[in-house]
């Protein structure tokens, strides 16, 4: 069973700095494009940053220049630091792979658009 769990969400002060964790679990093989989503109440999930395999990054508007996306092909985890954080990054973050090569005995499963969770941020005085 292929999951993603996310780790490190909390309460942090407007100005602070949190970095979340995602740890894919599994037999896996592989893993391609890996990204971090967040919605608030009475919003859409939107795109926070995502990673290519290679390495390749791109951010949201809202957080570029603040936040910062890395991975660990070998260990399967992906992070986001976040600092100056705002009110207004309050949401629950997720972990997104869009597909995960797992091995299952002798074949290869191919699990599409995996969602963790999710963590809770919330950044208040």
């Known amino acids: 069973q292929v999951q993603l769990v996310e780790f490190g969400g909390g309460l942090v002060q407007p100005g602070g700095s949190l970095r979340l964790s995602c740890t894919a679990s599994?037999?896996?093989?592989?893993?391609?494009?890996m990204a971090w989503y967040r919605q608030s109440p009475g919003n859409k999930r939107e795109l926070v940053a995502i990673?290519?395999?290679?390495?390749?990054?791109n951010y949201g508007d809202s957080v570029k220049g603040r936040f910062t996306i890395s991975r660990d092909n070998a260990k399967d985890l992906v992070y986001l630091q976040m600092s100056s954080l705002k009110s207004e990054d309050t949401a629950v973050y997720y972990c997104?792979?869009?597909?995960?090569?797992?091995?299952?005995?002798?074949?290869?499963?191919?699990?599409?658009?995996?969602w963790g969770q999710g963590t809770p941020v919330t950044v208040k005085s």
């Open positions: 997104y792979a869009d597909e995960i090569h797992e091995l299952a005995g002798p074949t290869v499963v191919k699990h599409l658009e995996v």
């Open positions: 599994g037999s896996i093989i592989w893993i391609n494009d």
């Open positions: 990673i290519t395999r290679g390495g390749s990054i």
